[in-house]
């Protein structure tokens, strides 16, 4: 594929509904061209028709892969790297609240294995496409219930003990030391890496969890922000100017804020790119 110069391809995983669909809807009224990574096809070029809707000359192409299966991330990123040989955004935004514990084809708990290995391998081995770009960012959504979480490297990816609080809670710390790890990696190159925070968000997010999960996020949703407003913040740092050259940081409310301080240990976050290598096979 011979991409325009003036066009930014700016891939989004879990573009299908919520903070995703809206980040891919606002993106491609920009004028990006917009690839959305979805797992369901019906859901996938559901939201397509939605979004062109509202943007009729959008840019939008649907790529499928279930994230929880690092084969299928394999598979997607040599998709995405034939089709599109630069990459100037890549925006990991896919995640859920498991309920009860489930485990992978690969063996890995699922919020594990979706939040965080997928993100991690499909990063990396996109790495040739966002270098190529003249200014390429990677943009990874976590929480703010990282600060719940912490990294046990005798079982990660595979507790003892199981909570889905606990599990989502350690993934969204997994990104932040990905993240942080992963800026210190290329610091000298013309790539830049954050992650953020979007807020609690008016969707479907945590819809397939346990019964005391969804009727949590029923009662919070007077409170909650848009899916629109969940997005603002991926959206400013995949676009703005003023965020070119910051990287290794975290976002809130399109400000940069200061993550929980375990997050900041560099010796945990080596480990943790090599407990993430090592389990993704890369």
């Known amino acids: 594929m011979i991409k325009d110069k003036d066009v930014k391809v700016m ?40 979004i062109q809707k509202h943007v009729p000359d959008a840019q939008l192409e649907l790529h499928l892969a279930d994230l929880s299966s690092m084969e299928e991330v394999r598979r997607l990123a040599d998709e995405l790297k034939t089709k599109y040989p630069v990459i100037d955004v890549l925006i990991n ?81 997994a990104n932040i030391h990905f993240t942080y790890e992963l800026a210190r990696r290329t610091e000298f190159t013309n790539l830049t890496v954050n992650c953020l925070h979007p807020g609690v968000v008016a969707s479907n997010f945590g819809s397939n969890s346990n019964f005391f999960i969804r009727h949590l996020f029923r009662l919070a949703g007077f409170f909650m922000k848009s899916p629109a407003k969940g997005a603002a913040t991926s959206v400013y740092l995949a676009t703005s100017p003023y965020v070119k050259l910051v990287s290794g940081k975290y976002f809130k409310n399109s400000k940069q804020a200061n993550s929980a301080a375990d997050s900041n240990n560099a010796h945990v976050a080596r480990r943790v790119w090599d407990i993430s290598a090592e389990q993704t096979g890369f």
């Not at 965080?116 to 790495?127: D, K, S």
């Not at 966002?130 to 943009?139: A, D, F, K, N």
Request: proline share 2%.
């Open 11 to 50: 891939v989004v995983t879990g573009a299908s509904s919520g903070i995703g669909k809206a980040t891919a809807e606002a993106l491609a009224k920009e004028g990006n061209q917009v690839v959305m990574v979805c797992r369901s096809n019906e859901k996938g070029r559901q939201a397509i028709t939605d």
């Open 93 to 173: 935004n896919a995640g859920l609240i498991p309920g009860h514990q489930e485990t992978t084809v690969d063996g890995w708990e699922l919020a594990w294995a979706t939040n965080h290995l997928a993100p991690f391998l499909l990063t990396n081995l996109l790495m040739d496409s966002l270098l190529t770009s003249e200014q390429g960012r990677v943009i990874n959504v976590t929480s703010e219930a990282h600060r719940l979480g912490q990294i046990d490297f005798d079982h990660a990816g595979r507790p003892q003990k199981y909570s889905a609080i606990t599990a989502y809670a350690d993934s969204k710390l």
